[in-house]
C-alpha cells in the first residue's frame, strides 16, 4: 500500500527554520519523482520544490528559491524539505507526493509537478507568525 506521511510543521516565527519530512512505505522513493506542495488558507495548492529521480535535480517555485532546500535519504525513505528564513506568507499545509512514474531525465520532477500527482499525504501544517 502506498504511503506518504508529513511530519515537522508547527509555529515558528518569521525568519526561523523548520525541516519538513516525507515517510514513503509501500514503494521505493528514489525510483520515482517527489514533490511539495503547499495550500494557504483561501488559497490555491501551489507546487513548492521538487526532486528528480534520475539524478536528484530538484526543482524551487520563485517564492521559496534560496530558502528551501530539498533533499531525498533513501536509507529512510525519506524526503525532506529545509525550510529557512520563513516568513508569514510561507503559511500553509504543507503535502508530499507522488505519481509512481518512472522517469529517466533530468529535471523530471518538473514534468509529474506539471502533469499532476496520484498520490498524496494527509499534510502538516506550517504557522510563520510572531
Known amino acids: 500500500q502506498v504511503q506518504l506521511v508529513e511530519s515537522g510543521g508547527g509555529l515558528v516565527q518569521p525568519g526561523g527554520s523548520l525541516r519538513l519530512s516525507c515517510a514513503a512505505s509501500?514503494?521505493?522513493?528514489?525510483?520515482?519523482?517527489i514533490g511539495w506542495f503547499r495550500q494557504a488558507p483561501g488559497k490555491e495548492r501551489e507546487g513548492v520544490s521538487c526532486i528528480s529521480s534520475s539524478d536528484g535535480s530538484t526543482y524551487y517555485a520563485d517564492s521559496v528559491k534560496g530558502r528551501f532546500t530539498i533533499s531525498r535519504d533513501n536509507a529512510k525513505n525519506t524526503v525532506y524539505l529545509q525550510m529557512n528564513s520563513l516568513k508569514p506568507e510561507d503559511t500553509a499545509v504543507y503535502y508530499c507526493?507522488?505519481?509512481?512514474?518512472?522517469?529517466?531525465?533530468?529535471?523530471?520532477?518538473?514534468?509529474?509537478?506539471?502533469?499532476?500527482?496520484?498520490?498524496w499525504g494527509k499534510g502538516t501544517l506550517v504557522t510563520v507568525s510572531s
Open positions: 509501500g514503494f521505493t522513493l528514489d525510483y520515482y519523482a
Open positions: 507526493a507522488t505519481d509512481l512514474i518512472p522517469r529517466y531525465y533530468s529535471e523530471s520532477c518538473i514534468v509529474a509537478m506539471r502533469e499532476g500527482m496520484d498520490y
